[in-house]
């Protein structure tokens, strides 16, 4: 037996797909817009969280590549990581420009490549 899936109600996606236009830059309700959202639409909770976790994986008008928040966090831990590799490799306390002479940063690859090199 095949289980049909179940739609929400027209009125609550309708509710869910403004919220979601409107907020297209970063689609991520915050605890209170998701009771918000409860309260107008009659949703549970899960409810709402599979709608919006669904619907960023689906839309193409969203990417989260595009996404000025999620940049920032993920090349801002890669930068951070690198800086205190390099400041290991580097005990004098001078980093990776060693005496202020201006030379060109070397190329780290990944950082499993640097901590290799770092230990080597």
Not at 1 to 23: D, I
Not at 69 to 89: C, E, M, P, T
């Amino acid at each position: 037996m095949v289980r049909r899936r179940a739609r929400l109600p027209r009125k609550a996606r309708e509710l869910l797909k403004k919220w979601f236009n409107e907020h297209l830059r970063y689609p991520y309700p915050t605890s209170n817009e998701k009771e918000m959202l409860q309260k107008q639409t009659g949703l549970t909770h899960r409810q709402i969280f599979n709608w919006f976790t669904n619907r960023r994986k689906r839309d193409p008008n969203w990417c989260p590549n595009k996404n000025p928040r999620s940049q920032g966090k993920s090349q801002g831990k890669r930068k951070a990581s690198l800086s205190a590799a390099a400041s290991i490799a580097a005990p004098n306390g001078q980093g990776i420009q060693g005496n202020g002479a201006k030379r060109k940063k070397p190329d780290l690859g990944t950082e499993a490549e640097l901590l290799l090199a770092l230990a080597g």
